[in-house]
């Protein structure tokens, strides 16, 4: 009797636990990988902003999100491959990180800020006003309390205008006040 019980215990042990071992030695690689580029990116100011190095941790980001959207750090990892993917410049790479955040994770903490940074790519790295608008909006309806609302409001009012004509709004303003 003895033995049926250990031969059970055992079974249960190597085919139950076999998969989620690996799954997790897995996340962990993931994890080890992730803060080895991490460290290389953020090391200097002359490898942040590197295109080749950004690609690889914003690849290792999106990784670990597809290895388990459901993990209690798939949807950071997300996120930050959107602020990587705004780094190194690649806009549309961020906006489609960021509007997975939006769409589909909103309990997320910084689901704002993510539908926000939509419209910010939208309008500076991918020079496309019709969808930063878009954003900006949906935005606005939203979350309308939230503390990014004036940069908002303020991005839809002077979108389109130069640095020049923006700086002479601001000398007229300061002069005036």
Request: hydrophobic letters at 40%; charged letters at 25%.
């Amino acid at each position: 009797m003895r033995i049926k019980i250990l031969t059970a215990f055992l079974m249960v042990c190597v085919f139950g636990c076999g998969p989620a071992g690996n799954s997790v030695s897995e996340r962990a690689a993931s994890l080890h990988r992730i803060d080895s580029l991490e460290a290389a990116y953020f090391e200097t100011k002359a490898t942040m902003g590197n295109p080749k190095t950004g690609m690889g941790l914003v690849r290792e980001y999106a990784r670990f999100y597809q290895a388990d959207g459901r993990d209690s750090l798939a949807t950071d990892m997300l996120f930050k491959a959107g602020e990587v993917s705004m780094g190194i410049g690649q806009g549309h790479l961020a906006v489609k990180y960021f509007k997975l955040i939006s769409g589909d994770h909103p309990e997320f903490e910084e689901a704002a800020e993510a539908l926000f940074l939509c419209g910010f790519c939208s309008e500076n790295l991918n020079a496309d006003t019709a969808e930063a608008r878009f954003y900006y909006e949906a935005f606005l309806k939203q979350f309308p309390e939230h503390h990014l609302v004036k940069d908002a409001q303020f991005s839809l009012l002077n979108m389109g205008r130069s640095d020049a004509e923006l700086i002479e709004m601001f000398e007229e303003k300061l002069a005036r006040e």
